[in-house]
């Protein structure tokens, strides 16, 4: 791809990823906190795809974990344990806040609650802003 067009995908997976965390938001607001746990978890996996596309890489998988690691080794922005630690548990996020044998004997409702949304919130924004800063400077 052109650097423009890496630029404008970045940029659609960057917006995507924003959109994500505000739908997180409204979840946790209304009390559907699983859904707005899963919705952090795609946040943060849409953000870090985003770097993918500005730097013409083909990012693969949904482990936010994996995606982060492995840009750590090219870019050190991304090389943070803080961060990678976010990263792991928000993927912990992506199955079981979706279907209801995620989690054995109880439903996503049941499991997930205001204070994992709050976390999953947390940590998704710090990604996303992480993101944010790499792609305004290349």
């Not at 994500?20 to 996996?45: R, V």
Request: glycine content about 2%.
């Amino acid at each position: 791809m052109s650097i423009e067009k890496n630029k404008s995908e970045s940029q659609r997976w960057l917006n995507t990823a924003k959109d994500d965390l505000e739908a997180a938001q409204i979840l946790k607001d209304n009390k559907k906190y699983s859904l707005a746990c899963f919705h952090c978890q795609q946040a943060a996996e849409k953000a870090i795809k985003s770097a993918y596309y500005l730097l013409d890489l083909d990012p693969w998988g949904h482990s936010v974990y994996k995606l982060i690691h492995q840009l750590g080794k090219k870019h050190p922005i991304f090389s943070n344990i803080r961060i990678e630690s976010k990263a792991k548990r928000l993927d912990q996020l992506y199955i079981p806040t979706r279907y209801p044998n995620g989690i054995p004997d109880i439903t996503p409702v049941e499991a997930f609650s205001d204070l994992d949304a709050q976390e999953g919130i947390s940590h998704a924004t710090e990604i996303i802003t992480i993101v944010k800063t790499f792609v305004t400077k290349h």
